[in-house]
């Protein structure tokens, strides 16, 4: 059977550069199942409803995150937006405060006071590079005129070229790459520019998101040719490629009912398996080869990647609870539906066969 050599693999806990843990209801659902997924280390999105933009909001939202579940590091992040200045910048590193996302107004959930103009914040970059703080850019222009979802991210390479050529020193995250197009790019630009791969994005191609809403997520999944070339970049032991999930719950009624569908795959409680099942239906479509997926390419995309791109902020923390992490194969399953009294969200692939995952140090 297809990876079958796993089957009782010890792994580092893996580390998410790319998380939506939301507030209320939703984040007291949500947070506990961080570790479900084999997670100790989360870089968290600030698109909450206000958006953070001040250093307070991100401190108190850690707070809240961290009496949730200690045993999960979180590292924040500010919402690119006008009311952001290098002062901001300067604050929040001394605060401890990781990246700025920038999001693209209108593409998904909660940009509405996204980005329209990037020269606007030219200075806010560069004061970012001498900070030496992330810039992680939802790479995707919005829709208009001849661009569609479907070429979104490819017309926003320009973008991220002429970000790099003028701040070449600025560490950039490209999130949530979709196409063979991004890869590419990223993979020409100098070592200060990376991107993350969701679990979603390595399994899925647009029809999957047209025929399913809990696969609806922007950027939207793409072409077979995309998705190979994902699934390459995972496994190729280059550095520039490393795990965010973009796991994204939205209640289930916001995915079903309702005038619009909400953009996101919730993939939280099951992060590291979802990695292991895709790379295991890449073997089996012939994408990849079994010797080429290698417990050096799971811990290296799972988390010793991204550590290193984060630096010191997200080092694996030493001895102690939740360091390592046991995978069994075929032994889980996912759940039909994730709930509280108060609210719900369905995870991805409910109900399907997936690894077994536990802590056991
Ligand atoms: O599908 C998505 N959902 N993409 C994003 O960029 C945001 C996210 C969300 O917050 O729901
Ligand atoms: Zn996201």
């Known amino acids: 059977m297809t990876l079958s050599k796993f089957d009782g693999i010890e792994l580092p806990a893996s580390a998410d550069f790319h998380v939506h843990l939301r507030d209320g209801d939703m984040m007291e659902l949500v947070v506990p199942t961080i570790r479900q997924g084999g997670v100790n280390t989360v870089y968290v999105m600030p698109n909450l ?5 001040t250093v307070e909001h991100a401190l108190s939202y850690k707070t809240r995150l961290q009496s949730l579940e200690p045993n999960v590091t979180y590292l924040m992040s ?6 952001i200045t290098p002062e901001t910048i300067i604050s929040a590193k001394a605060a401890g405060i990781v990246g700025v996302k920038s999001y693209p107004a209108g593409v998904t959930t909660n940009s509405d006071s996204g980005v329209l103009d990037y020269a606007s914040f030219y200075p806010v970059f560069a004061e970012m590079e001498k900070q030496d703080m992330i810039l992680n850019l939802h790479g995707e222009c919005p829709s208009h005129g001849d661009i569609t979802v479907m070429s979104a991210e490819e017309r926003f390479l320009p973008t991220l070229l002429d970000l790099h050529k003028r701040f070449p020193k600025l560490r950039i995250v490209v999130e949530h790459l979709s196409t063979a197009a991004a890869v590419e790019t990223v993979l020409k630009c100098g070592p200060t520019v990376v991107g993350t791969i969701t679990a979603h994005h390595l399994s899925l191609i647009v029809d999957n998101a047209l025929g399913d809403p809990f696969c609806f997520c922007k950027p939207v999944a793409k072409l077979v040719e995309d998705r190979n070339a994902l699934l390459k970049a995972a496994t190729s032991g280059n550095k520039k490629f490393f795990f965010g999930s973009d796991s994204a719950p939205h209640p289930r009624g916001a995915k079903r009912g309702g005038d619009k569908i909400a953009a996101g795959v919730f993939t939280q409680p099951y992060a590291t398996q ?16 079994e010797e080429d997926v ?13 550590r290193e791109f984060y630096g010191d902020v997200a080092r694996q923390r030493g001895e102690g609870k939740g360091q390592v992490i046991r995978l069994s194969k075929g032994k889980g399953k996912v759940a039909e539906i994730v709930q509280s009294e108060k609210t719900d969200v369905v995870p991805f ?13």
């Open 49 to 53: 409803v206000p958006p953070i933009t």
């Open 78 to 83: 500010l919402y690119l937006h006008p009311s």
């Open 274 to 289: 979802y990695v292991l099942d895709a790379f295991e239906t890449g073997v089996e479509s012939g994408v990849l080869r």
């Open 294 to 306: 290698t417990r050096e390419v799971l811990e290296n995309f799972l988390g010793r990647f991204g």
């Open 349 to 361: 692939r409910k109900g399907e066969v997936t690894w077994e995952l536990e802590f056991i140090s």
